[in-house]
């Protein structure tokens, strides 16, 4: 069983809609979250990170972080075209003797419909 | 303009051709590391360095060298590249380790073995 599963889609839905993409994970022991967007072609970027349960809110986008359930969210409101890409999920542990600290959904490939 | 770059962006070559991809930052980040990213496996760290001279494995390194003697220069280095390491491969880099934190992806290197 991998350590963080992301349904991998593909996802489409129409301009306006709100999107809601989901990573399961199976360590406990991940202490902090991210979502990154994936243009094709480019590497991926940071969207959001959070260290704690409950939502973080950042313009159009809310992260979602459910630590008792091992489960994480993203909800992309009044999606746009532009928000087509691959979305992927990572998670780590804080921990100051080592960096090697995330590990990364497979990524959900999404797209809006003008 | 704070940015990881990555070359080539592109190499074709045959089975046993030593390689070298170069990954430079000029951010003034300790941290960098190399992943690869494959279709349903997600992003999987190779190989990382928390600073000039420090280098350790990560989750998939076999096949794999890096070297880190300037703090903006990571290079990836294939020795006797195989089939199997076709793949799109990310260097990324941010500040120390202990927090999460932005990390930076560069543009990616689409490598194909044959």
């Known amino acids: 069983q991998k350590e963080v599963e992301q349904d991998p889609g593909p996802l489409s839905v129409p301009e306006g809609a709100i999107v809601s993409l989901n990573c399961t994970y199976s360590n406990s022991a991940f202490q902090y979250f991210m979502w990154y967007r994936q243009y094709s072609r480019k590497g991926p970027e940071l969207l959001m990170y959070t260290y704690s349960s409950g939502n973080k809110e950042d313009g159009r986008f809310t992260a979602q972080v459910d630590k008792s359930s091992k489960y994480i969210s993203l909800f992309i409101r009044d999606s746009q075209p532009s928000d087509s890409a691959t979305y992927l999920c990572?998670?780590?542990?804080?921990?100051?003797?080592?960096?090697?600290?995330?590990?990364f959904g497979s990524g959900t490939q999404l797209t809006v419909l003008p | 303009e704070a940015q990881v770059t990555q070359n080539p962006r592109y190499l074709i070559t045959v089975t046993g051709k030593k390689l070298t991809v170069t990954c430079s930052q000029n951010m003034n980040h300790e941290y960098m590391s190399w992943y690869r990213q494959d279709p349903g496996l997600g992003l999987r760290q190779i190989y990382y360095s928390m600073n000039v001279e420090v280098t350790d494995k990560g989750d998939v390194p076999e096949g794999y060298k890096v070297s880190r003697k300037e703090k903006r220069n990571f290079p990836l280095i294939l020795e006797s590249p195989s089939p199997n390491q076709t793949s799109l491969y990310f260097c990324a880099s941010r500040f120390p380790s202990g927090t999460g934190g932005t990390q930076y992806f560069g543009p990616g290197t689409r490598l194909l073995v044959l």
């Open positions: 990572a998670m780590g542990v804080i921990s100051s003797g080592s960096a090697r600290q995330l590990t």
